[in-house]
C-alpha cells in the first residue's frame, strides 16, 4: 500500500510555517503479541484522510506560541535547539498550542493525532517490528536513540524517513497523543477515534526517544503520561485535519 505523498510546506504566519504529509484513508493492524498493553492486535479503519508534521514540532516553531502568549521561555530552549524538537511541554501545553495555532486561521483544525492515527501513520503501511523492518542493526540509521544520541535530543529530519515520509517516529522525542492510556486495546476504538477515559490519570506517549532503549522505539510500543508533566524527552507532533 503507498499513501506516500510529497509533503506540502503550511504557512501559519510570515515566519511561521510546517511540513505536513498528507496520510490517505485506510485499514491497519494496530498492537503486537511483545507485551501485555499492545494486545490484543486489531484492525483499525481510519475513515478520514489527514495530514500529519513531517517532523515533531520544534523549539523554533513552539517559541512563536510561547513569546505570543507570553509564557516562560525555558534556557534550554536557545536559538542553536531551535530546529531540534521541542522538550519539556506537558499534554496541556501542546493541546494549547494546538488552540493558539487554531486562533491564527480559520480553515483546518490543528490537533494532537489520535493513538491509532498515530501507529498508522508510523507503520505507514508495514507490520514489521520499525516501519522499515525488523533489523535492530538498522534503527540507527531512522532513530535518535540511546545508542546514538549521547544524551540529547537531535535536529529534526537527521535520520531517514518512514514509507511515507515522516521523519523521527522512532526515537528522538516521545509524543502526546489525544487518548487516555488504558493498559491494553480490548476495549479501544477500532474507528481511530481516540480512547477517551474521564476516571484516567495518564495520556498516550509513542515513539520513544533519545533516551529510550531500541525496544521503545518499535511501531507497536506505547507508554502513558501525566498529562501535567513536563519531561525533557517528551514532545508532540501536530496533525491538521482535511475537509
Avoid at 510500543?221 to 496533525?239: E, K, S
Amino acid at each position: 500500500m503507498s499513501n506516500f505523498k510529497k509533503p506540502k510546506m503550511i504557512r501559519i504566519q510570515n515566519s511561521l510555517s510546517f511540513d505536513m504529509v498528507t496520510i490517505e484513508a485506510g485499514s491497519f493492524q494496530m498492537g503486537s503479541n511483545d507485551y501485555d498493553r499492545e494486545k490484543p492486535i486489531h484492525k483499525v479503519t481510519i475513515k478520514n484522510s489527514f495530514e500529519l508534521g513531517k517532523y515533531p514540532v520544534t523549539v523554533g516553531e513552539y517559541l512563536h506560541f510561547v513569546k505570543a502568549t507570553k509564557k516562560e521561555i525555558l534556557e534550554k530552549w536557545s536559538k542553536k535547539k531551535e530546529n531540534h524538537p521541542v522538550t519539556d511541554v506537558s499534554w496541556d501545553d501542546a493541546v494549547e498550542y494546538c488552540s493558539w495555532l487554531n486562533e491564527q486561521q480559520k480553515e483546518y483544525v490543528y490537533r494532537l493525532p489520535t493513538e491509532a492515527e498515530w501507529e498508522y501513520a508510523c507503520r505507514a503501511g508495514t507490520t514489521t517490528t520499525w516501519s522499515f523492518g525488523d533489523d535492530e542493526g538498522v534503527l540507527k540509521e531512522y532513530a535518535w536513540y540511546s545508542k546514538n544520541s549521547d544524551g540529547s535530543t537531535h535536529e529534526v529530519g537527521k535520520r531517514e524517513k518512514n514509507p511515507w515520509g515522516l521523519k523521527d517516529m522512532h526515537g528522538n522525542v516521545w509524543e502526546w497523543c489525544q487518548d487516555d492510556y488504558v493498559d491494553n486495546y480490548k476495549n479501544t476504538p477500532k474507528d481511530g477515534k481516540p480512547y477517551i477515559d474521564k476516571n484516567a490519570k495518564s495520556k498516550i506517549l509513542r515513539g520513544g526517544s533519545w533516551f529510550s532503549y531500541a525496544y521503545v522505539t518499535r511501531s507497536s510500543y506505547r507508554n502513558g503520561g501525566d498529562p501535567t508533566n513536563r519531561i525533557n524527552d517528551v514532545g508532540f507532533r501536530l496533525l491538521r485535519t482535511l475537509p
